[in-house]
């Protein structure tokens, strides 16, 4: 029997994506892993022609760092399914492995049946043998396509730059966050600590790790309550101060709540995904570059400040880094 899968759709995908089994993504298009995430051992199968890489729709950076972890990496010209399989479960549905299909309304089915799960198992079978695989110079070659900088391009939101550029409202309805890809706990322990304050902690929440410092907690609900957050995905140097912007998240979600787990403060966000008042993928690299350059050419006493213990950065930093950085 299946079970429908609508709003939960996204949550239900990231759950299944963490499961430990080796699993397989078909997708035509994947240009965010931001909520499926493939580790080594997993199988992709994409579309991944050169129309498709030059016009975003597909990223080959996305795939060649994928290739590099480990990932089996196959291109299929025909796509148009979309399936997350593994050995225990699959999902069919409607949605790509984007960051605009998170922002639309998507559908699908959650299946568990052995026999339903054997059919599903066979037709990515076929679908793996229709296809190519890919090697390392094959994703190298797709890297180095020029890709439509006019493509995809979403009229009534601004990019992050475009916001910055012009000083735009839509940067004071959002909560700006920092963080960098390490963490000290695991989904276990936050939600083993929530429980016990008879918090729920459902499938596909997600967390940040901040220093336990004086007043950090009321700080950061004061500045992330009743607001979505965007993250910026950053490297810090051996001082703990950030010292590159490499990413922003391309998925915006509402805050939860923050507790202290084991020493560490937690801000738990999700696991619903929000629509984001910002384009978050369009012009992604360029602000990223403009925002390092920028720190090069501030104080440290400022590099300290936005390196902060709640995990959030300032509008009037951001817009101070975007000048600097110009």
Request: with cysteine; net charge positive.
């Amino acid at each position: 029997m299946a079970k429908f899968l609508g709003r939960n759709l996204w949550p239900t995908l990231e759950e299944l994506s963490l499961r430990p089994e080796p699993k397989t993504v078909v997708a035509p298009y994947y240009s965010s892993d931001a909520v499926v995430r493939c580790v080594a051992g997993d199988v992709i199968i994409v579309d991944a022609e050169k129309a498709t890489i030059r016009g975003r729709q597909t990223s080959a950076d996305l795939l060649l760092s994928a290739y590099d972890r480990g990932v089996i990496v196959y291109s299929h010209r025909s796509l148009h399914a979309k399936i997350l399989l593994t050995a225990c479960a699959a999902i069919v549905s409607s949605a790509n492995i984007s960051a605009s299909s998170t922002q639309i309304c998507e559908a699908g089915a959650l299946f568990e049946n052995a026999d339903v799960l054997r059919k599903i198992s066979l037709y990515v079978d076929q679908l793996k043998n229709e296809a190519t695989r890919l090697s390392r110079s094959d994703l190298e070659g797709l890297a180095a396509i020029p890709v439509d900088r006019s493509s995809h391009r979403t009229a009534s939101k601004p990019s992050l730059l475009e916001a910055l550029a012009d000083d735009l409202s839509v940067l004071n309805e959002v909560t700006f966050g920092i963080a960098d890809d390490g963490a000290i706990l695991n989904t276990s322990q936050v939600r083993a600590a929530a429980q016990s304050k008879g918090w729920h902690y459902p499938p596909g929440a997600t967390w940040f790790e901040s220093v336990d410092e004086p007043n950090v907690l009321s700080n950061i609900r004061r500045k992330c309550k009743g607001r979505i957050l965007l993250t910026f995905r950053v490297s810090y140097d051996e001082q703990g101060i950030v010292r590159k912007f490499r990413k922003l998240d391309p998925a915006a979600r509402p805050y939860s709540y923050v507790l202290r787990v084991d020493g560490v403060v937690v801000s738990v966000f999700g696991p619903r995904l929000v629509s984001s008042p910002i384009d978050l993928v369009r012009d992604g690299k360029q602000t990223m570059n403009l925002l390092t350059l920028g720190l090069g050419r501030v104080s440290r006493g400022f590099r300290r400040r936005i390196s902060n213990a709640e995990g959030v950065i300032a509008v009037e930093d951001l817009r101070e880094l975007y000048q600097r950085g110009r």
